[in-house]
């Protein structure tokens, strides 16, 4: 079956503008979270949503990063006034929610640099 | 001081030789341990997974932990070039909305030569 995917798979953009990035989760899988890996590290947790609802976004590291899932399925990370610092791979993960021992699966992440 | 440290290496070794890669953690609230495999540009692919103290094998490979020593171990035997990749350690806890956060080591970066 289709795993997660997120879109694009790469994006330049210029410091100071609005970014988008887009995951879309394994069909029936009601957690999905975000996460961010910078070169040379391990992904680091930003938001985790249940459902439609952001359940926990103490992983966002200021106010430029938004994320929303209107219909609990597909998932827009937005980033405002993008900074060279934001660059990384930005990867999002889906797992069936709702149980303590529950696997993430990966997409292939976005790989976002700013200039 | 990180949750979780692992040495990135990178390491690399001859075919068929036998990999030990490890990690160890601070936090005592972690309740899952896995590792993943990273291969360049893709996402984590998810390798092992477990909860307790001991060994947990599947296949070629031997997740082990040890949670009184807050570490914990990935064995590959008959390590093959295909097994070159960067290799993540991950562990969950709980988070106040439900759901687990993952913190993951570095990683660590194999190569398997012919």
């Known amino acids: 079956g289709a795993g997660v995917s997120q879109t694009p798979s790469n994006k330049v953009t210029e410091k100071g503008k609005y970014v988008e990035l887009r995951c879309d989760p394994i069909s029936g899988h009601t957690a999905l979270y975000w996460y961010r890996q910078s070169l040379g590290q391990g992904p680091e947790f930003l938001i985790y949503f249940q459902g439609t609802g952001a359940a926990d976004d103490s992983g966002l590291p200021n106010d430029r990063f938004f994320a929303v899932r209107p219909e609990g399925s597909v998932s827009t990370l937005k980033i405002q006034r993008t900074e060279r610092g934001d660059s990384a791979v930005y990867l999002c993960?889906?797992?069936?929610?709702?149980?303590?021992?529950?696997?993430?699966?990966f997409g292939p992440g976005t790989r976002l640099t700013v200039l | 001081q990180k949750e979780v440290e692992q040495d990135p290496g990178p390491l690399s070794v001859p075919e068929g030789a036998i990999v030990s890669l490890n990690c160890t953690y601070s936090?005592?609230?972690?309740?899952?341990f896995m590792w993943y495999r990273q291969y360049s540009r893709k996402g984590p692919e998810l390798l092992m997974y477990?909860?307790?103290?001991g060994n947990k094998e599947d296949g070629r490979f031997t997740a082990q932990v040890d949670k009184s020593s807050k570490y914990i171990s990935l064995f590959i035997r008959d390590s093959q070039p295909s097994d070159s990749a960067t290799y993540l350690c991950?562990?969950?806890?709980?988070?106040?909305?439900?759901?687990?956060?993952?913190?993951f080591g570095t990683g660590t970066q194999l190569k398997v030569e012919l």
């Open positions: 936090n005592s609230a972690f309740q899952y």
């Open positions: 477990t909860y307790s103290s």
């Open positions: 993960a889906s797992s069936l929610g709702g149980r303590e021992a529950d696997t993430q699966y």
């Open positions: 991950a562990m969950s806890a709980m988070l106040t909305g439900g759901g687990n956060k993952l913190t």
